[in-house]
């Protein structure tokens, strides 16, 4: 398994601001997603974040407002750009190690977001 | 499209079997994975099924039909601790990524 560490746990933002939210991974992985979770609900993919070039976005997310890097093979950001009310959520970081097809995704904890 | 439905919520006794059942339609089937999610906690992994059959892990096991577009997960000698949402998710042709049902909220009573 792949342990996985996200900072912060939880933040309060103002709208109008942006927060960057660090996903790190206790060893290399291929592959790393990032996800929303609306309280109550399932998970939604917002991007594949790709070592060393673009993100790869799901629909209905765009660069401009979740802008993500991914330095190396442990590591990557996800920005939540001019934020709204509407990204109140929690954003999950996951990894898996290898590309085969029964590679398992595992996830960090959260990071809880609430935008006043 | 993609499409995958679970049972918003059920509820079982403490001690009893529940089966949770998921169906799927997807544009390309690459494995089915069924996770625990325990309220304000991280999603984990309970099961991978990819061929037809039963998968058995102590407690827990799942099955799958690609024929159907149809797995289920079964839990026995529930205890209040299996209190959670359990989520189906299917690998799709592209890439890693998965996508979600949106979960069964499953109480067990004493």
């Known amino acids: 398994s792949a342990v996985i560490s996200q900072k912060p746990s939880r933040d309060i933002c103002q709208r109008g601001t942006s927060l960057t939210i660090q996903c790190q991974v206790d060893s290399q992985v291929t592959m790393m997603f990032w996800y929303r979770q609306q309280p109550g609900q399932s998970l939604t993919l917002i991007a594949t974040a790709n070592q060393g070039s673009e993100a790869t976005y799901e629909s209905g997310f765009v660069i401009d407002k979740f802008p993500i890097s991914r330095p190396n093979l442990t590591f990557s950001t996800l920005t939540v750009s001019n934020m709204s009310p509407e990204d109140s959520s929690i954003y999950l970081c996951?990894?898996?190690?290898?590309?085969?097809?029964?590679?398992?995704?595992?996830f960090g904890p959260g990071t809880r977001l609430l935008v006043l | 499209g993609q499409n995958i439905d679970q049972p918003t919520e059920m509820t079982a006794t403490e001690g009893a079997i529940v089966q949770i059942n998921c169906t799927y339609q997807?544009?390309?089937?690459?494995?089915l994975f069924w996770y625990q999610q325990h309220a304000g906690e991280a999603p984990t992994f309970l099961s991978y099924n990819v061929l037809d059959g039963l998968e058995e892990k102590g407690r827990f096991s799942s099955f799958l039909s690609r024929s159907k577009g149809y797995s289920y997960l079964l839990l026995k000698e529930l205890q209040m601790k299996d209190s959670a949402s359990y989520l189906c998710?299917?690998?799709?042709?592209?890439?890693?990524?998965?996508?979600f049902g949106q979960g069964t909220e499953l109480s067990v009573k004493p």
């Open positions: 997807t544009s390309g089937f690459n494995g």
């Open positions: 996951s990894a898996q190690r290898g590309q085969a097809f029964g590679e398992t995704q595992y």
């Open positions: 998710a299917v690998r799709g042709l592209q890439g890693g990524k998965l996508i």
